[in-house]
Nanobody, 119 residues
Framework: VQLVESGGGLVQPGGSLRLSCAAS????????MSWYRQAPGKERERVAR????????NYADSVKGRFTISRDNAKITVYLQMSSLKPEDTAVYYC?????????????WGQGTQVTVSS
């Protein structure tokens, strides 16, 4: 199982980035996909979540109206389009896959990609 994030980097305030998370080794279309982030000294927080097959989408209040999550089941990839970025969006962003089958939960994490918003 692999989740590989890409697309992070340094961007000025007000700028945009698109993160990608390429999945392999599991049945992507049956998993709820989420993006989390963790800033230095802070707990990891979920910023966006998209269900199967994308009918329900949830965002953290701090990113509503600025971030958009989407998934492409054919490309087995989930995206996070980030716009109007702020310095407080600086964090390591992680891709997460989760599903429940019966009494068992299956969950996978990517290695993270750094996003830095600074002038």
């Amino acid at each position: 199982v692999q989740l590989v994030e890409s697309g992070g980097g340094l961007v000025q305030p007000g700028g945009s980035l698109r993160l990608s998370c390429a999945a392999s080794g599991f049945t992507f279309s049956t998993y709820v996909m989420s993006w989390y982030r963790q800033a230095p000294g802070k707990e990891r927080e979920r910023v966006a979540r998209i269900t199967i097959p994308g009918g329900n989408i949830n965002y953290a209040d701090s990113v509503k109206g600025r971030f958009t999550i989407s998934r492409d089941n054919a490309k087995i990839t989930v995206y996070l389009q980030m716009s109007s970025l702020k310095p407080e969006d600086t964090a390591v962003y992680y891709c997460n896959a989760r599903t429940v089958r019966g009494l068992s939960q299956y969950e996978y994490w990517g290695q993270g990609t750094q996003v830095t918003v600074s002038s």
